[in-house]
């Protein structure tokens, strides 16, 4: 583990920030009151439950867990594992396929671009503007970076999915919301054993183990995956090691107290982007620099931590703290980026139900603390070795917020929810090889709820919010002095890059519910930013990303489930249609430079839909089509990349003796297409046009899973 200094803070200072949110103590509200749930929207008159092993965890059940996020007064999704485990999911673009409002594209192996509502338009990698987690305990830092690939897929029992500011359930400030990735656990997991067995194109093989099993007081949980593929383009091999397992202490009936361990060994080329052409008639093709730099992402991480639920007086605390310990051997264009660092935090979550004046009422109050400290080097790039040191320094990063919410029912049917966020962030960073460019920085925000959510019936909800968001820059935005530009050319401004925070002001509306054999999920929204932080690419005198001044995001985000047979019209048969849109109209507004034009990087109408026939002996076939129209690539709208429809068709057996079989076939015309692009100003003003990333091709997987004991 690497040692902490802290220069802004003494270390007595940092513990007991740390612990201040395990210090409160909320008073428990109790009292019985009215339970008004609506059914599922991502099934349809038939909700299949699997048995968990032990109901008296503090651990939620699946229908539990849905019928709390419904709740919520604003977009939400929550997605079972099932959905997703006869299937080839490697990444967020498969768990989160079926999740309108959800934009992940695959850029290569397990890395995704992923935007909620617009969020992280100004990073075309990895991850800003969504607040990941996991069992609610942060995979995102203390900056608001985060990575993909600390999530297993196959370690998922489900996936919380709190768009914008509905996700103050977690204390996210941010714009695209916060994903919370739920793992099994030795009681819910619902086998002993599980097997899984999967392979296909591009030399692709996975091999995954899971162990679960309940001692009564305490239970254990333990899964590794190993995963190779030579990838679909030259230079993006891939090689994957995972471990993720828990233990948990039934200290009492209403204690429980889990420890998480989690290992993640990444070793994943990079191919780079293409030209447009390239990317349309030769996408196995690399980058004209990926394989001379050998252009790779290993990441090495280490997690462990501790969450501890306490039922009483009518209600749950959660506390928790974690620590990661992180590795990441980096080597780009004209550079290696090495790094080594840990973050580490805790928090403490109170959710309680009773009354308040005489009416029913629900209260979740919380708190989170994290720091973070990277020691970063930039060494010269040597054929994807370590050349000659450009740069060494220490960053440093803290964030610590106090939220709340209250929900109280004014009607048996209708409930007024209140919340509020608080927040401060800061960033310290020292260079060691040139003190000029030491600098520091902090930010501080208020964010503030209000929403309403009305039961029509027993299986409708509408709702409305309106509410804010706020993101500071991490230190990929703010540290462009060591910045990746121009092959590796340091920009040379001193300190920090001026930026400021990201701000927003948005209002949603919408409803969901089922009727007969129909379910949807409707929201619309609309939200005004302020400072919004863009990316720009190939321009080697200005900083990469910056502050907009006025945009505009807004949108539909609109899902729909058709049972066209039910099984209790036929003998068993099921037929089900199921497909989600997603409108994003996100501009500039006024602009001195670009008027109203459209912001790049997402296309503005996303359609997805599959058709599922099930046969009562467990054998299921689904076509599916995945569309988009053109996506802009430059914010002066002078050049797209073109949309596309690409057709998939999955297809499996349901075998006695927990066995099953599936078969994957992804793109199956081989249309030639782009799934992502990396932004600029103006496309026909840059030298460089290596800026689209090309959808895969063809490609085949099946796999065998077989859960037993």
Do not use: C
Not at 96 to 116: C, H
Not at 605 to 629: C, D, I, W
Not at 681 to 698: D, M, Y
Request: glycine letters at 10%; aromatic letters at 12%.
């Amino acid at each position: 583990m690497s040692a902490f200094t802290m220069s802004a803070l003494s270390r007595s200072t940092a513990v007991l920030s740390l612990l201040a949110p395990l210090s409160l103590s909320f008073s428990a509200l109790a009292a019985d009151g009215i339970e008004v749930a609506v059914a599922p929207v991502t099934v349809l008159s038939e909700v299949k439950v699997t048995a968990e092993k032990d109901g008296s965890s503090t651990a939620p059940s699946v229908a539990d867990a849905r019928a709390q996020i419904e709740k919520t007064p604003g977009g939400v999704d929550l997605v079972d594992a099932e959905a997703f485990e006869n299937r080839y999911a490697v990444s967020f673009k498969d768990t989160l396929r079926d999740v309108p409002g959800v934009f992940a594209q695959a850029r290569f192996g397990e890395e995704v671009r992923l935007s909620i509502r617009g969020s992280g338009l100004g990073r075309s990698a990895h991850l800003r503007g969504v607040y990941l987690l996991e069992d609610g305990l942060p995979v995102s830092r203390a900056d608001g970076f985060g990575d993909f690939q600390e999530i297993d897929p196959l370690t998922t029992r489900y996936l919380e999915v709190y768009k914008g500011a509905n996700a103050l359930r977690y204390g996210s400030s941010t714009l695209g919301g916060a994903i919370n990735v739920v793992t099994p656990t030795g009681r819910t997991a619902g086998q002993t054993w599980l097997l899984r067995l999967d392979g296909g194109s591009n030399d692709t093989y996975r091999e995954h183990l899971a162990y679960a099993k309940d001692y009564g007081d305490v239970d254990v949980y333990a899964a590794f995956t190993n995963s190779q593929s030579d990838g679909y383009r030259d230079q993006q091999r891939s090689d994957n090691q995972r471990f993720s397992g828990n233990i948990g202490y039934r200290i009492t009936p209403a204690v429980e107290s889990r420890f998480y361990l989690n290992f993640n060994e990444i070793d994943q080329e990079l191919p780079g982007a293409l030209s447009l052409n390239d990317a349309l008639n030769n996408p196995r093709s690399v980058a004209p620099t990926a394989n001379s730099f050998n252009t790779k992402r290993d990441p090495t991480t280490l997690r462990l931590a501790n969450k501890t639920s306490i039922k009483f007086g009518g209600g749950q605390l959660d506390v928790g703290v974690y620590y990661w310990d992180r590795r990441l051997f980096h080597p780009v264009t004209g550079v290696v980026v090495d790094q080594r660092g840990d973050f580490y935090g805790s928090f403490a979550q109170w959710n309680g139900e009773g009354q308040l004046f005489g009416l029913r009422n629900e209260v979740t109050l919380g708190s989170n603390a994290a720091l973070q400290h990277n020691n970063a080097k930039v060494f010269a790039n040597s054929g994807g070795q370590r050349g000659a040191i450009s740069g060494d320094a220490t960053e440093e990063a803290g964030s610590y917020d106090l939220y709340g919410e209250n929900r109280l029912w004014v009607r048996e049917n209708l409930s007024l929810i209140i919340g509020a966020q608080g927040l401060v962030t800061t960033r310290d960073y020292t260079d060691r090889r040139n003190a000029a460019e030491s600098a520091e920085r902090s930010y501080k925000a208020f964010n503030p709820k209000l929403g309403l959510l009305w039961a029509v019936d027993d299986h409708t909800q509408v709702f409305g919010n309106v509410s804010t968001s706020y993101e500071a820059p991490d230190y990929g935005a703010l540290n462009q002095t060591t910045a990746i530009i121009a092959g590796g050319a340091a920009l040379g401004t001193g300190g920090f890059v001026p930026l400021d925070a990201q701000r927003a002001l948005a209002v949603e509306i919408g409803t969901r519910g089922e009727w007969q054999r129909l379910a949807w999920n409707l929201s619309y929204y609309h939200a005004n930013v302020d400072k919004e932080l863009l990316l720009r690419a190939n321009t080697p005198t200005t900083a990469v990303q910056f502050n907009a001044d006025e945009t505009v995001h807004q949108g539909v985000e609109a899902g729909l489930a058709i049972r066209l047979l039910s099984d209790s019209l036929t003998a068993g048969d099921k037929l089900t249609f199921h497909q989600t849109y997603t409108w994003n109209e996100f501009s500039f507004d006024h602009d001195a430079t670009y008027g109203n034009a459209r912001l790049a990087g997402v296309p503005e109408h996303y359609y997805q839909a599959q058709l599922r026939y099930e046969h009562p002996l467990g054998f299921f076939v689904e076509p599916g089509v995945e569309a988009a129209n053109h996506n802009y690539v430059d914010y002066a709208n002078t050049q797209t990349a073109p949309g596309y429809a690409i057709w998939n068709l999955s297809t499996g057996v349901t075998l006695p003796h927990g066995l099953s079989l599936f078969f994957d076939a992804r793109n199956l015309f081989d249309r030639g297409y782009v799934g992502s692009v990396s932004t600029t100003t103006n496309f026909q003003a840059v030298s460089n046009k290596n800026l689209f990333l090309p959808g895969e091709g063809r490609l085949f997987f099946g796999g065998l899973r077989w859960a037993f004991g």
